[in-house]
């Protein structure tokens, strides 16, 4: 997390405050607005016949770092190839001839917001490089992986307009959360920086998940020992070391520290700003209704940010565990990790970002922009998973005066490669500067005075325009979307995390699991299961499993409270051992135990003998995270059918 005021992190200035804690609030900097730039966009904007030009006011635009697989979100090809098409079915939306997946059911509601571009192809597999073009608009001079990010990278969008048009004291221009994105080997991702325009203009970065129960921006909050009189007379100390430092070699850096700091200081002071990044001041039913997970509330916070007045913010797709890749890099099991964790994760907090912008009048001026490195490959490999693929892929927009229930652009049968009206990040770059009233020739000046031009491509006019309408509004015969899923199942998937589930009576999970010495289904809706037909019973998953996902507890729900008295548990033969605290617990209806370090790194196939006769068991869960009690709230419903 971004700490802007705190103690013990290093070098500390006069008043406690780290050196490299200042350097990171870089968005907060008025240093270098770049005048002549912002003249020449002024001028440009008179001369602009488009009435979409400048429509948009602000921005929040959704990173899915890792890659979503494009023909098995918005660009589905059910009569393909057997090899590509993949296992989900598109289903009707609110708009005529418009056909998304079926594992995005709320969005389907939101169509007639949203601009689908199928057409978007790039020559690059590569995650560093290829985020940087999605995130600037500009191909990287690099065609590699795994590298870091340079002062030299071409500025991110947001670091443009906090260069170009700067928030006044209180509020920064560009905020980004809830975390900075890293490849494996810890590289951070070009793009995400002002790169060549300077630290100054940098995000305001949130790094950490805003569902945390202590999650603060602990650089709003103003400790019992720095009273508002003593932040003020520490900015007047900076404005005396300013002038003393004209005088030295070194003044250019100490003024920009200069700057830094008294912007954050005015951010400090400023009740709407703190209002702003306050998560605990949002109804709990609001913040249900976005799911309480880092993806649902980091969509929450970008909402309220943008209302008070924030001009960019960017939600990057986050890691489950700073160790652990759970991005849409779905290299193995594509078609279980998009139903189970990552788009009924996105499903919600999308559709209600879109329907409170609308509802609060702020759509028509608000672009949301749904974005990424690359599409993924149309043959499914090996471990039922896609690999990475870029020269065709999928990028999806709304609101900021882009009309909705629009197609543009569309792939062959194999969302292989662009068939109709190929566009690149440049192109969609240049779109988004458009409609920000910033024109895509607008020239920029690095630190040495070289000119860079902002944009490469041409806005898509057809787009902008609403004329890229479906080419058809019949619906594709002999399909039907919706998929059977129990509820506590469905809590799961909106979660956002990764889990392994059998919801025990339900026929579609049980498919992928062998069951031995269970009774008969019995019981409806969510008290849907078995119980143990003998005095232990087994169950033993058959699909794919693989290790490194890392599920670290195991979950277990039965339809009624029962104690852990004469249980026991084998897992792949060996005892799992409960813990006399788990005993001394008394009665649950949901019991979460901690797999031994190692366990299911060991483990090839998954089986567990559960020795409890009196149990009725509805739901066994592999996790990577704890449930937590606020989650199961959300467990409500009695149906299967979503």
């Not at 709407?272 to 249900?288: G, V």
Request: with cysteine; aromatic share 8%; net charge positive.
């Amino acid at each position: 997390m971004l700490n802007f005021l705190t103690e013990g992190r290093g070098p500390q200035f006069c008043d406690r405050i780290g050196r490299r804690t200042a350097l990171e609030v870089g968005s907060l900097s008025t240093l270098g607005i770049g005048l002549p730039a912002v003249l020449r966009a002024a001028k440009s904007t008179a001369k602009s016949p488009s009435p979409t030009f400048g429509k948009t006011k602000r921005v929040i635009l959704l990173y899915m770092w890792g890659g979503p697989a494009h023909q098995d979100t918005w660009d589905l090809k059910p009569h393909g190839p057997s090899e590509t098409r993949g296992e989900f079915l598109p289903i009707a939306t609110r708009s005529p001839g418009v056909f998304i997946s079926e594992h995005f059911p709320k969005l389907s509601e939101h169509t007639d917001k949203l601009a689908i571009i199928r057409s978007v192809g790039q020559e690059d597999n590569n995650h560093s490089t290829g985020a940087h073009a999605a995130l600037t608009g500009r191909r990287h001079e690099l065609q590699a992986e795994s590298f870091g990010a340079r002062d030299s990278d071409f500025p991110h969008f947001g670091s443009v307009l906090s260069h170009l048009r700067p928030n006044q004291a209180g509020l920064p221009s560009f905020v980004s959360l809830p975390e900075v994105i890293a490849t494996t080997n810890g590289a951070i991702t070009p793009g995400q920086n002002a790169g060549f325009l300077g630290r100054q203009f940098d995000p305001f970065r949130i790094n950490q998940h805003p569902d945390t129960a202590d999650f603060s921006v602990r650089s709003l909050t103003i400790p019992d020992s720095f009273s508002p009189q003593r932040l003020h007379r520490s900015s007047q100390l900076l404005k005396k070391i300013e002038q003393q430092a004209r005088l030295s070699e070194q003044s250019k850096t100490v003024q920009a520290m200069g700057r830094i700091y008294q912007q954050a200081l005015s951010m400090v002071l400023s009740p709407k700003a703190r209002k702003a990044f306050d998560l605990a001041s949002e109804k709990t039913t609001d913040r249900q209704r976005y799911g309480l997970h880092t993806f649902g509330q980091s969509v929450l916070l970008a909402r309220r940010l943008i209302e008070a007045g924030v001009q960019f913010v960017t939600v990057y797709w986050h890691r489950e565990v700073p160790t652990i890749d759970t991005s849409w890099d779905t290299h193995a099991l594509n078609f279980q990790e998009l139903k189970n964790r990552l788009m009924p994760a996105v499903d919600r907090p999308i559709s209600n970002l879109l329907e409170d912008l609308q509802s609060r009048g702020l759509l028509d001026e608000t672009l949301v922009v749904w974005n990424s490195e690359f599409g993924r490959t149309p043959r499914i490999n090996a471990n039922a998973g896609r690999d990475h693929w870029g020269p065709c892929n999928s990028v999806v927009m709304a609101g900021g005066g882009i009309p909705g229930g629009q197609i543009f652009g569309a792939s062959d049968e194999n969302a292989a490669f662009p068939t109709r009206d190929k566009v690149t990040q440049d192109d969609i770059a240049a779109t988004i500067y458009h409609l920000l009233g910033v024109p895509p020739e607008t020239t920029l000046y690095d630190r040495l005075q070289r000119p860079h031009a902002l944009a490469l491509g041409t806005p898509i006019t057809r787009l902008l325009s609403g004329t890229a309408l479906p080419r058809t509004t019949e619906a594709p015969q002999n399909l039907s979307g919706g998929f059977q899923t129990g509820p506590f199942t469905h809590m799961l998937r909106e979660r956002g995390l990764r889990f392994l589930n059998l919801d025990i009576g339900n026929p579609e999970s049980e498919k992928a699991w062998s069951l031995d010495g269970w009774s008969e289904v019995s019981g409806v809706g969510i008290d849907c299961g078995r119980s143990l037909q003998k005095s232990s019973a087994t169950v033993t998953y058959h699909g794919l499993f693989y290790t490194h996902f890392d599920y670290r507890w195991l979950a277990l729900r039965l339809n009624n409270k029962q104690t852990l008295a004469g249980v026991t548990l084998h897992v792949a033969g060996r005892k799992l051992p409960l813990s006399p605290s788990l005993f001394q617990s008394g009665e649950r209806q949901l019991w979460q135990i901690p797999f031994p370090e190692g366990l299911i790194a060991a483990t090839s196939k998954f089986s567990l003998e559960i020795q409890a006769p009196r149990w009725f068991v509805t739901d066994i869960v592999l996790l990577g995270n704890r449930i937590e009690n606020s989650h199961l709230k959300d467990v409500s419903s009695t149906s299967h059918k979503t």
